[in-house]
């Protein structure tokens, strides 16, 4: 493997006003802590106290250096910048770099709006909450901070595309990023797309796929039309061979009876033996593992998935998502492709 | 001029993870080729819930609108040269293909290197390019599970739980990531450091989408479900209203006075009081009466609205992220927008085969003839 690092000779100065939810100083950490990996001088403004945890303080500045001095003094200085709504408004587009992220909760009429708002209730108003967990029970956010980070990618693929293109050096490209469009973008599926007569939403027990016990804790029955066949012989549960479930409408009339057979055959099996059993068969059955147990997977240790964040510190989290693959390798392979 | 105008992209992505990360690029200005095959189709074209015949399903317009198509077969030898050739002119191939494929096919990195060595080559994969469940099946709630999201999201003592497959979280964020990772690429190819393939796994994404979790169970701290609840608010959860919707709430500790004032209730620093006099409020509100009391007290508050609450809000909260193709329909839209160079929907998702002679005439370089002993011999497919 070979890293790259496209960035290295930028300086990126993360500006959130105090004033703004904790969701932007989170998206601005997250497109950062990016832009950092990538080889960028990243550069955060000590701001007020905020309210997460350590250990997501301690992901979002790996690899970047904190600063006292003036708003005015970093951005001048700085070739990108990732700044909310009311740094634009107080040093004006000319007082900012001229790539530059601006990160808000809202879009369109309402971005520059202070309606008391943050990661939770744009999760509801973009749909999210609705798709996530059981019917019976309040609507579910998903856990960390999804939201946030997803602006945090919205706001990476902006300035990396801003950074990658041939307009000319100097030319100003203001990308706009809030957590309500990137959120709608993400739920696409949940509107009623022309051709659809049923809204999707949280499904619960009446899910397709779902978490089931197992010897030693929980694995998502997930599986398409295609699998059945072998989810069946993977199992060797003479109950799936019913009419009830010889079908995929009679096996949605009769979803809590096969989650029950399922699950009473997995409760004999431990995660691991699931995993096995998943591969052997060709089948999308995941184990749940917890972050704790994730850190000694095998593919995960394969991969080299996890770092220290920071010399010594003994904490560790994944490292940045992006494998630049070794093109030596490639050079070495003789390879001859037809004249064209 | 676009963000990536003068990028040329050759999209062999399906479904959602790739081929919605080369409709990103393309929104930025690149110009993207969906790459068919008279055998193979993106299965998107096959996923429809409408009942008229012929009708372009709804995921694929929604997610490959923006993009020429040409359709060759990828499984013959004159199909692969065709498409090489094509290599050559281009800077990108986003790829999502079961690992091995593109191999099999003959298209490995190092065969797309030789014949361009400033190509990129994207691989969207599940699990990765390498490690021992590199080849394992999975979709996105799969790999919620394996990356520990699933962990961390739930109820309170309750079983984890996933986005489930009509939002299918981890294919969503990863071309989001891919194609921000796709451009930081494309800056390096321009800094003279050559091509390069991209190993872009949703699980290693997954996993650090949670990489706060991780660094704290690191540390030794129990990492658990916690409903709704976060560090930084005293409450935060959804209740019904009279009206039988769910609103969702946060309440932060600056506002317990005035909340506490408004509803006469008393000290609410104990988080039993604070749930019951909420509660409570809701019950004698309907969602909309509910929302305007707490935003004008300060409280985060929404509705937690469906997909047609979402359409209600299109114009006001938000603008971008949907939009409509030429012939008024639903696609997707964009995530972010560019002041100077904004994104817009210019061409309808395409037939198969849409652009194959005119992509194969302009861009490969070749003859109306070749084109025609191309297709005589099955090996490209051209629209009628």
Same mark, same amino acid.
């Given at each position: 493997?070979?890293?790259?690092?496209?960035?290295?000779?930028?300086?990126?100065?993360?500006?959130?006003?105090?004033?703004?939810?904790?969701?932007?100083?989170?998206?601005?950490?997250?497109? &950062? =802590?990016?832009?950092?990996?990538?080889?960028?001088? !990243?550069?955060?403004?000590? @701001? /007020? *106290?905020?309210?997460?945890? #350590?250990?997501?303080?301690?992901?979002?500045?790996?690899?970047?250096?904190?600063?006292?001095e003036g708003e005015g003094e970093l951005l001048g200085?700085?070739?990108?910048?990732?700044?909310?709504?009311?740094?634009?408004?107080?040093? &004006? =587009?000319?007082?900012?770099?001229?790539?530059?992220? !601006?990160?808000?909760?809202? @879009? /369109? *009429?309402?971005?520059?709006? #202070?309606?008391?708002?943050?990661?939770?209730?744009?999760?509801?108003?973009?749909?999210?909450?609705?798709?996530?967990?059981?019917?019976?029970?309040?609507?579910l956010r998903l856990g960390g901070h999804q939201e946030a980070f997803a602006l945090g990618l919205s706001a990476y693929a902006g300035l990396a595309a801003a950074l990658a293109s041939a307009r000319s050096n100097g030319v100003p490209v203001t990308i706009r990023a809030s957590l309500l469009e990137t959120l709608v973008w993400l739920n696409w599926k949940a509107v009623p797309l022309e051709g659809y007569h049923v809204l999707p939403g949280r499904t619960g027990a009446a899910a397709e796929w779902q978490v089931l016990r197992c010897a030693d804790g929980y694995a998502v029955l997930v599986y398409q039309e295609p699998d059945w066949l072998r989810l069946k012989?993977?199992?060797?549960?003479?109950?799936?061979?019913?009419?009830?479930?010889?079908?995929?409408?009679?096996?949605?009339?009769?979803?809590?009876?096969?989650?029950?057979?399922?699950?009473?055959?997995?409760?004999?099996?431990?995660?691991?033996?699931?995993?096995?059993?998943?591969?052997?068969h060709r089948l999308p059955i995941g184990p749940v593992w917890s972050p704790a147990e994730a850190f000694d997977e095998p593919h995960n240790r394969a991969r080299c998935l996890f770092e220290p964040l920071g010399a010594g510190s003994g904490v560790q989290a994944p490292r940045l998502p992006l494998v630049w693959l070794d093109h030596a390798e490639a050079c070495q392979t003789e390879i001859t492709v037809g004249a064209a | 001029m676009k963000l990536l105008e003068g990028c040329r992209v050759l999209d062999l992505g399906i479904i959602t993870a790739g081929a919605a990360t080369a409709a990103l690029l393309a929104d930025f200005g690149a110009e993207v080729i969906k790459v068919e095959s008279p055998t193979y189709r993106d299965p998107f074209r096959a996923w429809s819930a409408q009942d008229e015949p012929g009708a372009m399903p709804a995921l694929f317009r929604a997610t490959n609108r923006n993009k020429r198509a040409?359709?060759?077969?990828?499984?013959?030898?004159?199909?692969?040269?065709?498409?090489?050739?094509?290599?050559?002119?281009?800077?990108?191939?986003?790829e999502n293909f079961r690992r091995g494929v593109m191999e099999g096919l003959g298209l490995s990195f190092a065969r797309l290197r030789e014949a361009n060595p400033d190509i990129i080559l994207a691989s969207i994969s599940s699990q990765g390019e390498t490690g021992p469940d590199a080849g394992h099946v999975s979709y996105g709630s799969t790999l919620e599970a394996l990356s520990g999201l699933?962990?961390?999201?739930?109820?309170?003592?309750?079983?984890?739980?996933?986005?489930?497959?009509?939002?299918?979280?981890?294919?969503?964020?990863?071309?989001?990531?891919?194609?921000?990772?796709?451009?930081?690429?494309?800056?390096?190819?321009?800094?003279?450091?050559?091509?390069?393939?991209?190993?872009?796994?949703?699980?290693?994404?997954?996993?650090?989408?949670i990489g706060d979790r991780f660094a704290a169970a690191s540390q030794g701290e129990t990492v658990s479900r916690q409903g709704n609840a976060q560090l930084q608010y005293p409450l935060q959860d959804c209740f019904l209203a009279s009206d039988g919707i769910w609103v969702a709430l946060s309440?932060?500790?600056?506002?317990?006075?005035?909340?506490?004032?408004?509803?006469?209730?008393?000290?609410?620093?104990?988080?039993?009081?604070?749930?019951?006099?909420?509660?409570?409020?809701?019950?004698?509100?309907?969602?909309?009466?509910?929302?305007?009391?707490?935003?004008?007290?300060?409280?985060?508050?929404?509705?937690?609205?469906d997909g047609n609450g979402m359409m209600a809000d299109w114009g006001e909260?938000?603008?971008?992220?949907?939009q409509r193709d030429e012939q008024g329909l639903t696609v997707k839209g964009f995530p972010l927008q560019v002041d100077e160079a904004p994104l817009a929907i210019e061409r309808p998702a395409p037939q198969v085969g849409a652009e194959t002679y005119a992509v194969l005439a302009e861009i490969a370089g070749y003859s109306r003839s070749e084109i025609a002993d191309f297709a005589a011999a099955g090996i490209v497919e051209i629209a009628r």
């Open positions: 493997m070979t890293a790259r690092c496209p960035y290295a000779g930028l300086t990126v100065a993360e500006v959130i006003s105090d004033a703004a939810d904790d969701a932007l100083v989170l998206a601005a950490g997250m497109a &950062g =802590r990016i832009l950092a990996d990538l080889g960028a001088e !990243v550069i955060c403004r000590r @701001g /007020r *106290k905020r309210g997460f945890e #350590d250990s997501t303080e301690l992901f979002l500045s790996c690899g970047k250096a904190l600063s006292s200085r700085a070739d990108v910048a990732l700044v909310d709504g009311a740094t634009l408004r107080e040093r &004006g =587009r000319a007082g900012l770099p001229s790539v530059t992220a !601006v990160l808000s909760l809202f @879009g /369109r *009429k309402l971005a520059e709006s #202070d309606l008391p708002a943050n990661a939770f209730t744009a999760a509801a108003s973009a749909g999210l909450l609705a798709m996530v967990g059981d019917p019976q029970h309040e609507p012989a993977a199992l060797a549960e003479p109950a799936l061979d019913e009419p009830r479930f010889s079908t995929r409408a009679s096996r949605l009339a009769h979803l809590g009876e096969l989650a029950a057979i399922i699950e009473r055959r997995f409760l004999a099996l431990t995660r691991r033996e699931i995993h096995a059993l998943a591969r052997q | 040409i359709s060759i077969d990828l499984k013959r030898p004159e199909g692969q040269a065709i498409l090489l050739r094509l290599v050559r002119r281009a800077d990108v191939v986003v699933a962990w961390v999201t739930g109820y309170e003592g309750g079983k984890p739980e996933v986005s489930g497959r009509d939002v299918n979280y981890p294919d969503q964020i990863a071309a989001l990531f891919a194609a921000g990772a796709i451009a930081t690429a494309l800056r390096s190819v321009r800094k003279g450091e050559g091509g390069s393939h991209l190993d872009l796994s949703q699980r290693d994404l997954a996993a650090f989408m309440v932060p500790a600056p506002a317990l006075p005035s909340l506490s004032e408004a509803l006469a209730a008393g000290d609410l620093h104990h988080p039993d009081a604070l749930r019951t006099v909420v509660v409570a409020a809701m019950k004698a509100r309907s969602a909309r009466e509910a929302v305007s009391f707490f935003v004008g007290l300060g409280v985060p508050a929404a509705i937690v609205n909260a938000w603008q971008y992220a949907l």
